[in-house]
């Protein structure tokens, strides 16, 4: 039986909570209990093309020097990538269109629109944000003054997002005239995201438990869904007030529906309404 096949022991509830440890050390990341046979296949998976047969030995590999470091990197692109999909909740990004619309309407542009995307993974919500936000210059004949800049933690994932390269299945949720306008098939059967979308989005590697070192700018949305959900109350709260500390006066912060929960600020008032949670800089 070829090594790649053997079966590791199980991971063991201790081992669990050191990695637990780790991860929530290095990411912010969070791990419950029903998280722990994710975990022990992502690690066994990449034990075995390693050549460990130990899970303590390959932990020790990972938290040694710089050599560890650049193991790291591998496995936590392994735990820390999401699913994702284009217009995973498409009322949020209906909103961020009606947003836009109403300021070039009320000819409020004065500069141009700047877009976050916070946890972006392979990049389909920042693409899906590029059509929506596309759409609007387009249809008020102005050109397209934006840009998104795209934050995760995952090399990988943010090598596939600049590739902006998917299969036909990933671009499934896009709507008829979207997938027309604002895809092209490749030679090898996946579709591409134009080039004019592409070069609106600069995907960036960011730590969110590092938000003191996220750009020093201001910009007029920051959607973040999907993944304050894996951080302690307390880190998100700390997350959401950094967040606050970028946006515009009158910018607005998109989360996850349910995904923030008694979380206040005294710049920030979340809008009344019940499909999206949104919260508007006074």
């Not at 991971?11 to 209990?33: D, H, I």
């Not at 759409?135 to 600049?162: M, Q």
């Not at 959401?240 to 923030?260: F, Q, R, S, Y």
């Amino acid at each position: 039986m070829g090594w790649s096949l053997r079966t590791l022991p199980t991971l063991s509830l201790e081992q669990f909570a050191q990695w637990c440890k780790l991860l929530e050390e290095r990411t912010g990341m969070q791990l419950v209990p029903q998280h722990k046979a994710l975990l022990e296949s992502q690690i066994s998976s990449r034990m075995r093309e390693l050549g460990y047969d130990d899970y303590d030995r390959y932990y020790q590999q990972v938290t040694n020097g710089a050599s560890g470091m650049l193991e790291w990197t591998v496995i936590i692109d392994r735990i820390a990538v999401k699913e994702t999909s284009f217009f995973r909740h498409r009322p949020s990004l209906e909103y961020v269109r009606r947003y836009l619309q109403h300021k070039i309407n009320n000819q409020s542009l004065a500069q141009s629109f700047d877009v976050w995307s916070v946890g972006c993974a392979t990049g389909e919500e920042a693409y899906s944000l590029s059509m929506v936000i596309n759409d609007c210059f387009e249809l008020a004949a102005l050109n397209p003054y934006y840009g998104i800049t795209a934050f995760d933690l995952s090399v990988s994932a943010l090598a596939t997002a600049r590739k902006g390269r998917y299969a036909k299945r990933k671009i499934e949720s896009v709507k008829a005239e979207e997938f027309k306008r604002y895809t092209k098939q490749t030679t090898d059967g996946n579709y591409e995201i134009v080039s004019r979308l592409r070069e609106r989005v600069c995907f960036t590697q960011a730590n969110m438990i590092n938000h003191n070192n996220l750009p020093g700018v201001k910009v007029d949305v920051i959607f973040c869904q999907n993944l304050l959900v894996y951080f302690r109350r307390w880190l998100r709260r700390d997350i959401l007030n950094a967040l606050t500390e970028h946006l515009k006066p009158g910018g607005i912060l998109v989360t996850g529906l349910g995904e923030v929960t008694e979380w206040e600020h005294p710049k920030m008032q979340r809008i009344p309404v019940d499909e999206v949670q949104v919260y508007v800089h006074e």
